[in-house]
């Protein structure tokens, strides 16, 4: 399940982005955290796995049409095909006046999610 990032999950936030080779660096890691609380347009989802334990932290871009997925860090238990494709279907209801799409990086989600809406 995402849920919206609140400033009670940072250092678990932190912890997962820290996994993404971009955020190794503190400061990288801090402006991230920074700029999603600062600007409406970048909004950060963790998803927290039915147990309730935060597992993962998506990085999203949002404008009048598209909601562009910036990044996706999971913990390393939870790294399977399911997870990944439980968190986009997430998103994209979340979203539904708008086009899910991705940064370069992360365009393999995207044939994910259309996987899984052919069924």
């Given at each position: 399940?995402?849920?919206q990032?609140?400033?009670?999950?940072?250092?678990?936030?932190?912890?997962?982005?820290s996994?993404?080779?971009d955020?190794?660096?503190?400061?990288?890691?801090?402006?991230?955290?920074?700029?999603?609380?600062?600007?409406?347009?970048?909004?950060?989802?963790?998803?927290?796995?039915e147990d309730?334990?935060v597992v993962?932290?998506?990085g999203?871009?949002?404008?009048q049409?598209?909601?562009?997925i910036?990044?996706?860090?999971?913990?390393?238990?939870?790294?399977?095909?399911?997870?990944?494709k439980?968190?986009?279907t997430?998103?994209a209801?979340?979203h539904?006046?708008k086009k899910?799409?991705?940064v370069p990086?992360?365009?393999?989600?995207i044939k994910?999610?259309?996987k899984?809406n052919?069924?």
């Amino acid at each position: 399940m995402l849920v919206q990032y609140k400033k009670d999950y940072e250092k678990t936030a932190m912890g997962l982005l820290s996994f993404l080779p971009d955020f190794k660096n503190i400061d990288n890691l801090k402006d991230e955290i920074r700029l999603n609380q600062e600007d409406d347009d970048f909004q950060l989802y963790l998803y927290k796995e039915e147990d309730s334990n935060v597992v993962g932290v998506l990085g999203t871009q949002i404008d009048q049409n598209f909601v562009i997925i910036r990044y996706l860090s999971l913990a390393p238990g939870f790294r399977e095909e399911k997870y990944l494709k439980e968190i986009l279907t997430d998103l994209a209801n979340g979203h539904p006046d708008k086009k899910v799409t991705a940064v370069p990086e992360y365009t393999y989600l995207i044939k994910l999610l259309k996987k899984d809406n052919d069924k």
